[in-house]
C-alpha cells in the first residue's frame, strides 16, 4: 500500500498549495478575480475527486489483499489434500514432463515427490509400454482425452 500512501501524501500537498494559492487570489485586482475564482474552484473540485479515487483504490486493495489471503488459504488446503491423498497423483504437462507429484506418488516410484518435478513421466512406464506410450501421448495431448488409456 506504499503506492497509495504517496497518492495521499501529494493529494495533501496540492491541497496545502491549494489554500496557500486562495489567499494569495485574494490580493488579485476585480479584473483577474473571476477567472481565478473559477479556476481555484475547478482545482478544489479536481482535488476532491482525486480523494474519492485514493479512497476507491484503498478500498480496492484492502479487497485485494483479502482475496489473496483466501487464495493462498485455498492453494494451502488443495496441496494438503494432494499431497495426503491415498492414490499416486501426478500432474504433468502436455509433453509428459512431471510437474507435481504427490507423497503416494514418490512412494510408488520410489523417489522422494519432489525429485519427480521436471521428470519425463515415460521413464516410470515399462520399457515394453514405452514405445506405445510415446506413440499415444501426442493423441492424448491434441483430444485432450486419457479415457480408455491405461
Not at 496540492?14 to 487570489?25: E, F, G, N, P, Y
Not at 493462498?72 to 509428459?96: K, M, W
Request: proline content about 3%; charged content about 30%; overall charge negative.
Amino acid at each position: 500500500m506504499r503506492t497509495i500512501g504517496n497518492i495521499n501524501r501529494y493529494i495533501e500537498a496540492t491541497a496545502s498549495r491549494l489554500d496557500d494559492l486562495a489567499v494569495r487570489a485574494r490580493s488579485v485586482t476585480d479584473v483577474g478575480r473571476p477567472i481565478v475564482q473559477e479556476s481555484l474552484i475547478h482545482l478544489a473540485s479536481t482535488l476532491e475527486e482525486l480523494r474519492v479515487s485514493e479512497e476507491e483504490l484503498r478500498a480496492q486493495g484492502d479487497n485485494l489483499a483479502s482475496s489473496y489471503g483466501d487464495v493462498q488459504r485455498e492453494l494451502r488446503r488443495y496441496r494438503d489434500l494432494f499431497q495426503g491423498a491415498p492414490d499416486a497423483y501426478l500432474v504433468t504437462d502436455s509433453e509428459g514432463v512431471v510437474r507435481e507429484a504427490n507423497r503416494a506418488a514418490g512412494a510408488l516410484l520410489g523417489a522422494r515427490d519432489e525429485y519427480l518435478a521436471g521428470m519425463p513421466v515415460v521413464v516410470f512406464v515399462h520399457e515394453d509400454d514405452r514405445r506405445e506410450f510415446r506413440l499415444r501421448l501426442p493423441w492424448a495431448r491434441e483430444t485432450e482425452r486419457l479415457a480408455g488409456w491405461r
